[in-house]
Nanobody, 121 residues
Framework: QLLLVESGGGLVQPGGSLRLSCAAS????????IGWFRQAPGKEREGVSC????????NYTDSVKGRFIISRDNAKNTVYLQMNTLKHEDTAVYYC??????????????WGQGTQVTVSW
């Protein structure tokens, strides 16, 4: 069974940081680009960042550029999303997915269950 498991979410104050992890089970991540998506209540799922299978190419949506950093450790079969200077509007459920490094969610075939990130005082 192919699984992705996210972890690292939680409650953080504005301006704070969190690091999300995405671990794979049942397959090796290094064959796939990995995307991070988020979905806030009442909003559509949006792409946040993606990283190529080699890690040599990354993309970020404009609202997180300069604040979030995506990276991968293929030896650990894990992808990370370092989130800095968090804002209220970053509050959402964050998902990782395996596929190609594009924005449409339908380009990704394996999804994790999500981890909640709440930015609040």
């Amino acid at each position: 069974q192919l699984l992705l498991v996210e972890s690292g979410g939680g409650l953080v104050q504005p301006g704070g940081s969190l690091r999300l992890s995405c671990a794979a089970s049942g397959f090796t991540l290094y064959n796939y680009a990995i995307g991070w998506f988020r979905q806030a209540p009442g909003k559509e799922r949006e792409g946040v960042s993606c990283i190529s299978s080699s890690g040599g190419s990354t993309n970020y949506t404009d609202s997180v550029k300069g604040r979030f950093i995506i990276s991968r450790d293929n030896a650990k079969n894990t992808v990370y999303l370092q989130m800095n200077t968090l804002k209220h509007e970053d509050t959402a459920v964050y998902y990782c997915a395996a596929g190609v490094c594009t924005w449409p969610p339908e380009d990704y075939g394996v999804w994790g269950q999500g981890t909640q990130v709440t930015v609040s005082w």
